[in-house]
């Protein structure tokens, strides 16, 4: 499933949410005029490894995307998704979202095996944390996605809590078979989606009492 738009129009500008997008591609452009030696010695130097656990790289990891296919994707779901949870959370409080969820994605994810020298990068994790409070805030959104049904396509237009519903089941799946097989190393890092999303629906729960409370 592929995520074109959503029907729910923001009501301010935000800031955050385009800041992220362009220095996510800005880091991306950098990175192809690196040569391959250089390439991967940013990766190696900026990527989060759990075997050589760094602080700054907790961090810089949720920035750096391995090509333009993965940049992509990520930049689509988060140009789609991050606008509206930024509107309803307010700039500030959707800044530090977007970072614990980052934190505590690459953290989940170094937890399925510590002693891994398999740098992890991307900024999945940070936005399945904006995935969890959209699915919080918006669960009737209608989201205009790309289907594929064998060797059909079409477009529909599914509510956001069957997308996200489908979507964290996925990772789940994915995430578990990942677990059973030890087939933890490289490709897709299902549970910083997990860990990512968990933190932000709880985010958005938390955040939604206090309004409640007030």
Same mark, same amino acid.
């Given at each position: 499933?592929?995520?074109l738009r959503?029907n729910i129009?923001?009501?301010?500008?935000?800031? @955050?949410?385009? *800041? &992220?997008?362009?220095?996510?591609?800005? #880091?991306?452009?950098?990175?192809?005029? $690196? /040569? !391959?030696y250089q390439?991967?010695?940013?990766?190696?130097?900026?990527g989060?490894?759990?075997a050589?656990?760094?602080?700054?790289?907790?961090f810089?990891?949720?920035?750096?995307?391995?090509g333009?296919?993965?940049?992509?994707?990520?930049?689509?779901f988060?140009?789609?998704?991050?606008?509206?949870?930024?509107?309803k959370?307010?700039?500030?409080?959707?800044? @530090?979202?977007? *970072? &614990?969820?980052?934190?505590?994605?690459? #953290?989940?994810?170094?937890?399925?095996? $510590? /002693? !891994?020298g398999v740098?992890?990068?991307?900024?999945s994790g940070?936005?399945?944390?904006?995935?969890?409070a959209?699915?919080?805030f918006?669960?009737?959104?209608?989201?205009?996605?790309?289907?594929f049904?064998?060797?059909?396509?079409?477009?529909?237009?599914?509510?956001?809590?069957?997308?996200?519903g489908?979507?964290?089941?996925?990772?789940?799946?994915?995430?578990?078979?990942?677990?059973?097989?030890?087939?933890?190393?490289?490709?897709v890092a299902?549970?910083a989606?997990?860990?990512?999303f968990?933190?932000?629906y709880?985010?958005?729960?938390i955040?939604?009492?206090?309004?409640?409370?007030?």
């Amino acid at each position: 499933m592929i995520p074109l738009r959503d029907n729910i129009p923001s009501k301010t500008f935000s800031y @955050f949410n385009i *800041f &992220f997008i362009v220095i996510n591609i800005l #880091i991306a452009v950098f990175m192809f005029f $690196l /040569s !391959s030696y250089q390439y991967e010695q940013f990766i190696y130097t900026y990527g989060f490894t759990p075997a050589h656990f760094s602080y700054l790289t907790l961090f810089t990891s949720i920035f750096i995307h391995a090509g333009f296919i993965h940049l992509l994707s990520n930049m689509l779901f988060l140009w789609i998704f991050g606008d509206n949870v930024e509107d309803k959370l307010g700039h500030i409080n959707y800044l @530090f979202l977007y *970072f &614990f969820s980052g934190v505590v994605s690459v #953290i989940t994810h170094s937890l399925t095996d $510590l /002693s !891994s020298g398999v740098p992890l990068v991307g900024a999945s994790g940070a936005i399945s944390g904006v995935l969890g409070a959209y699915f919080v805030f918006f669960p009737r959104a209608r989201i205009l996605t790309f289907v594929f049904l064998g060797w059909l396509a079409t477009v529909v237009a599914l509510p956001a809590y069957v997308f996200l519903g489908i979507w964290i089941v996925l990772q789940l799946l994915y995430g578990v078979t990942g677990l059973a097989t030890q087939d933890l190393l490289g490709g897709v890092a299902w549970w910083a989606h997990i860990g990512g999303f968990i933190t932000g629906y709880t985010w958005a729960k938390i955040f939604d009492k206090r309004r409640g409370v007030l």
